[in-house]
């Protein structure tokens, strides 16, 4: 129902929380398959999770990020926090 030219249906264009969310799982998820999985013949589950977990080690540790500015999760993270209490 449309009044005087205006629908009171509005079409909300911006991703809601949930979906941002899921943007950034969905690339998580590509780049553990593509940097760890894809590349072991896993034969069975603890050889999976030694697999993950240390990519997952590797990922937030070692690995820089573009989006970060070139730095890992950790520095990005725990960084600021070191600096503080040092001071």
């Known amino acids: 129902m449309v009044v005087d030219g205006i629908s009171p249906l509005v079409v909300c264009k911006q991703p809601t ?21 894809y ?9 999976a999770k030694r697999v993950i977990d240390g990519w997952i080690g590797f990922y937030n540790a070692e690995r820089p990020h573009t989006a970060l500015d070139k730095r890992t999760p950790n520095d990005a993270c725990f960084g600021a926090i070191q600096v503080n209490q040092a001071a």
């Open 17 to 37: 929380a949930g979906q941002r969310i899921n943007i950034f799982i969905e690339r998580l998820w590509r780049s553990l398959k593509q940097e760890a999985v």
């Open 39 to 47: 590349l072991h013949e896993l034969q069975d589950g603890f050889q």
